[in-house]
T-cell receptor
Framework: DGGITQSPKYLFRKEGQNVTLSCEQNLNHDAMYWYRQDPGQGLRLIYYSQIVNDFQKGDIAEGYSVSREKKESFPLTVTSAQKNPTAFYLC?????????????FGPGTRLTVT | SQQGEEDPQALSIQEGENATMNCSYKTSINNLQWYRQNSGRGLVHLILIRSNEREKHSGRLRVTLDTSKKSSSLLITASRAADTASYFCALFGSGANNLFFGTGTRLTVIP
């Protein structure tokens, strides 16, 4: 998990509340990503950013928002509009040089909304 | 779909045996990557194979790629209990700017 931190590890919220998940990297990577993982499933891309102040929607962006004000940080807000927010959220980063897009992952945040 | 599909979904073997998992896909790729995920943790990159490569090795890992069949396989030799994890293939498609992950193979190595 080196170089990428996600906090907190576990997060509990009441339905109807917005919640922001933190992701910080010290790898000097240009690109950062947010994924959602449901039990026994693969990763689904929520948002990604390749440069500061720019980001793109992934496959399941509805109900989520992001910002990229600093290269090191890419917080994800799960809004009350997200119908099934309980999931495991993974942040990743990758260097864009060489264009291999090898990704480095944080340890994840498990969000439970009741 | 730009995702890979892993096969089998789950695999259980004895320690010391070899484990083989496969990934099939439908699009053109620039490279294919394999990742490992221990339960409740983030993913760890294992190995990357480019579209013009046929085989790569890294320690006990061997990856093959057959672009004509649009398939890749990951072989873990002399498995250990610590290899118990989920393994995902991820595709970097031609013209794409991010990875597409499959649903994974859950490997259990019995001591």
């Amino acid at each position: 998990d080196g170089g990428i931190t996600q906090s907190p590890k576990y997060l509990f919220r009441k339905e109807g509340q917005n919640v922001t998940l933190s992701c910080e990297q010290n790898l000097n990577h240009d690109a950062m990503y947010w994924y959602r993982q449901d039990p026994g499933q693969g990763l689904r891309l929520i948002y990604y950013s390749q440069i500061v102040n720019d980001f793109q929607k992934g496959d399941i962006a509805e109900g989520y928002s992001v910002s990229r004000e600093k290269k090191e940080s890419f917080p994800l807000t799960v809004t009350s509009a997200q119908k099934n927010p309980t999931a495991f959220y993974l942040c990743a980063s990758s260097p864009l040089g060489g264009r291999s897009y090898e990704q480095y992952f944080g340890p994840g945040t498990r969000l439970t909304v009741t | 779909s730009q995702q890979g599909e892993e096969d089998p979904q789950a695999l259980s073997i004895q320690e010391g045996e070899n484990a083989t998992m496969n990934c099939s896909y439908k699009t053109s790729i620039n490279n294919l990557q394999w990742y490992r995920q221990n339960s409740g943790r983030g993913l760890v990159h294992l190995i990357l194979i480019r579209s013009n490569e046929r085989e790569k090795h890294s320690g006990r890992l061997r990856v093959t790629l057959d672009t004509s069949k649009k398939s890749s396989s990951l072989l873990i030799t002399a498995s250990r209990a610590a290899d118990t994890a989920s393994y995902f293939c991820a595709l970097f498609g031609s013209g794409a700017n991010n990875l597409f992950f499959g649903t994974g193979t859950r490997l259990t190595v019995i001591p």
